[in-house]
């Protein structure tokens, strides 16, 4: 749903309209089942419509309002090339948040947000510039045939690992224009950062 709204801001910036969600869009993604009632939120009540088989149904058009507001913010950063950090650690959404990004040709953090992310940059970069030295080493195979089994693959899983974690923001310059959290509750690290940086 959030893949297809993203492609049609981007593709509406040559007619200058964004498509709308509809009603029925949402009711099809079934964006109106909430949690099961007795876990809820107190401060999400207000949200709630009903209740039906022990579960919340949430208010469609208080959704399509907040959509609304968030994709005029979205298409206001992309129209002036604003970089967009893709945040979604859950194994649930992790494909769905690199895919975006990745399309967008935005960034992502999808497996593990390391704390200082985003705080303490200098560190992240370090590990950025590790990263390339391992890939550099790898493809120089004057260098990498002196090695031996073990040593290649502890090389090989270290890269992997940096892959992992930092892959998704290694062409980063640090503080991006927009972070779209995908859990503010698994994610908290990265919303707490983004909120003492001023990134919306």
Same mark, same amino acid.
């Given at each position: 749903?959030?893949?297809?709204?993203?492609?049609? *801001?981007? +593709?509406?910036?040559?007619?200058?309209?964004?498509?709308?969600?509809?009603?029925?869009?949402?009711?099809?993604?079934? =964006?109106?089942?909430?949690?099961?009632?007795?876990?809820?939120?107190?401060?999400?009540?207000?949200?709630?419509?009903?209740?039906?088989?022990?579960?919340?149904?949430?208010?469609?058009?208080?959704?399509?309002?907040?959509?609304?507001? =968030?994709?005029?913010?979205?298409?206001?950063?992309?129209?002036? +090339?604003?970089?967009?950090?893709?945040?979604?650690?859950?194994?649930?959404?992790?494909?769905?948040? &690199?895919?975006? =990004?990745?399309?967008?040709?935005?960034?992502?953090?999808? &497996?593990?947000?390391?704390?200082?992310?985003?705080?303490?940059?200098?560190?992240?970069?370090?590990?950025?510039?590790?990263?390339?030295?391992?890939?550099?080493?790898?493809?120089?195979?004057?260098?990498?045939?002196?090695?031996?089994?073990?040593?290649?693959?502890?090389? *090989?899983?270290?890269?992997?690992?940096?892959?992992?974690?930092?892959?998704?923001?290694?062409?980063?310059?640090?503080?991006?224009?927009?972070?779209?959290?995908?859990?503010?509750?698994?994610? &908290?690290?990265?919303?707490?950062? =983004?909120?003492?940086?001023?990134?919306?």
């Amino acid at each position: 749903m959030v893949n297809q709204e993203l492609e049609r *801001s981007s +593709n509406s910036q040559k007619d200058k309209s964004m498509q709308k969600i509809t009603k029925e869009d949402l009711l099809n993604s079934g =964006a109106h089942f909430g949690h099961v009632s007795s876990k809820t939120d107190p401060n999400f009540k207000d949200f709630v419509v009903t209740q039906k088989n022990g579960i919340d149904i949430i208010n469609l058009d208080d959704t399509l309002e907040g959509l609304d507001k =968030a994709l005029n913010f979205i298409s206001n950063i992309v129209q002036r +090339n604003g970089e967009i950090l893709f945040v979604g650690t859950k194994k649930q959404c992790s494909d769905v948040v &690199k895919e975006l =990004a990745i399309l967008n040709n935005n960034y992502y953090v999808n &497996k593990r947000w390391l704390g200082g992310t985003l705080t303490n940059w200098k560190t992240i970069s370090n590990s950025i510039k590790r990263l390339e030295e391992i890939e550099l080493f790898l493809q120089n195979n004057d260098q990498s045939k002196n090695l031996s089994k073990k040593e290649l693959l502890d090389i *090989s899983r270290e890269k992997q690992k940096l892959e992992l974690n930092i892959g998704g923001i290694r062409s980063l310059n640090g503080k991006p224009d927009l972070i779209i959290v995908f859990d503010v509750i698994k994610d &908290k690290i990265a919303v707490r950062e =983004a909120t003492k940086l001023n990134i919306p």
